[in-house]
């Protein structure tokens, strides 16, 4: 596993910019900050939203990821990196890819296919006046996937599927709607592609979309 890291910049709630760390990898600390902070604020998080009379299928739709089993599940090594954002001594963000993916977009090109990615829930906003605590933490990790991708030989060629709630996002960050996945597996699913020229566009913006 590599642990090699590079320093950036988040912005937070005063709109200041303040230092922060990505990490080329997921170790231990991530996984206690997920287990003792993360899980806590989302049970804080589904209580609020219960309170108000949400719709279920409003709710964050990564309830049920665990890191636990997902890094565990991952050897996170060359072929399936991990990355995290380090700010204020706490994981803001995760990510697991893989350098196996396969293009849709254009004819036996690879892409560096992103499993999994997810912010802190003190970072994201559910409610009219939510102020995330650090913005551009998404952003950083999808930079990190395309600085994989020109790494490895892929051009900055990426691809997901990705969560409902997601998809717009995704869509403002330059990607690609290929649609919903064919595959049974996937299906509920819309893939998501990023070509070379849009990944060059994304990381020169430098900021969340």
Known sequence: MTTNSSPLFLVDVAKNAV???LRHSIGPQQLTDWEDHW???TVQLVARLKSAGINRALWPQSLHWDWQKKAQSHDLGLSTPGFCVICDEMTQGLMITNTFG???LKTNASTVYVDYLEVAPWNRKYFPGDQPRYATV???LLCAAIATSIDVGFHGRIGLHSLPQSNKWYVNCGMQDLGPDPDPKTQHLRYFEMTPEAAGA?????RSP
Request: glycine share 12%.
């Open 19 to 21: 230092s922060a760390e």
């Open 102 to 104: 396969a293009s849709r």
């Open 202 to 206: 994304f990381i020169a913006k430098g």
């Open 138 to 140: 998404g952003s950083a």
């Open 39 to 41: 899980k806590p604020a």
